[in-house]
């Protein structure tokens, strides 16, 4: 009875890792998946990571592997909330935010499509094309019918904003659409703060939804408020009408990739005091509802990782230096690729590696390109041309622009 089923290819990122792990070439970088470095090409464990295990360990009154409660650990979701929303939003609106812990930012979307498919089916889920990978299986497993966006521009390497603007004009009415709060992936362009506001204006005026995927909160300007400018915008703009959406990881701005430690939090549209405090526990015992039928509780060393971090002021501050340390090595990491392929007269423009933002640079290479950059190169990337720029050090980067400059002239 099984014989029928189809066989279906590897996952395209995870299937890069594989690859990746199997070549002995000594000279292999790997650009796929988004994960941070040092400049000796190791994962690094933050040292505000190392001091929260610390005193996680040393505290033996404490220190357990009990179940966590359904809707997640309290300093973790507490905590989180005012990364994303900062103190002031939190504490004029605490009472319309609706916070429980997931299973990193896939968990949270994965979430929010729960929640949608339960109560908004008919509407459409929009994406940006191109987007990350996951998100358009993550809602149709759901049975959501997704669309997509206007966003990139391959030609100029810039944002198609009037087509993305006239994109939110014209879909139907309350439909949600799925924005990257910052270091858009895979393409590393953000739209700027004025675009911004004219597109959550246009979210408003159609009463749309906007569900915002937070995944490198810290990785686009290396402070955390710059980079949730939008969603603080969509904050003060959005949930008048309609409720805004965030899904939240730090699996890349705390290192915690397999730990999976997110939230997903919902904004209740801003109505009287009377109708919050009975929307609030509807929604909250819904949240908590999809996360027992599906995880039971959500899990706990990472959380507890994180909600120490957050719930101690020097530990936090070491957390801010900890992100700058990561997001200023790729900013120069850009800057050496760049300067490396201008010397090289490697043909095209490469201004670009250095303009864009977060994790990725969104090369322009094309698929042929970045098959014969691993195979003859064991240089490997995205087929769609994204290069995880955190897998670039002082000792590869020549390297590499040498493989891109022959790919891109033979
Ligand atoms: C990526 O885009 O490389 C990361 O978000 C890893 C993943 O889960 O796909």
Known sequence: ILNEIEQLPADALFGIKQRYGQDDRATKVDLG??????NTGKPWLLPAVRA??????SDVATYNHEYLPITGLPALTKGAAQVLFGEELVNEHSDRI???????????LHIAAKFLSKFFSSKKIYLSDPTWANHKAIFEAQGLTTTTYPYWNAATKSLRFQEFLHAIETAPEGSVFVLHACAHNPT????????WTELIDAIAKYDHIALFDSAYQGFASGSLSKDAYAVRLGMKKLALASPILVCQSFAKNVGMYGERVGCFHIVLPNQSEETTAVVKPAVQS???KIVRSEVSNPPAYGAKIVGTILADDVLTNQWYTDM???SSRIQTMRVSLRNALINLKTPG????????CGMFSFTGLSPEMVKRLEEEHAVYMVGSGRASIAGLNEGNVEYVANAIDEVVRH
């Open 33 to 38: 998946i988004g994960a941070y470095r040092d």
């Open 52 to 57: 929260a295990e610390q005193k996680i360990h």
């Open 98 to 108: 609706v916070t429980v812990q997931s299973i990193s930012g896939t968990g949270a």
């Open 188 to 195: 590393g362009l953000d739209p700027t703060e004025e675009q």
């Open 286 to 288: 819904q949240l908590a």
């Open 324 to 326: 700058i340390t990561m």
């Open 349 to 356: 423009t490469w201004d670009h590696i250095v303009e864009q």
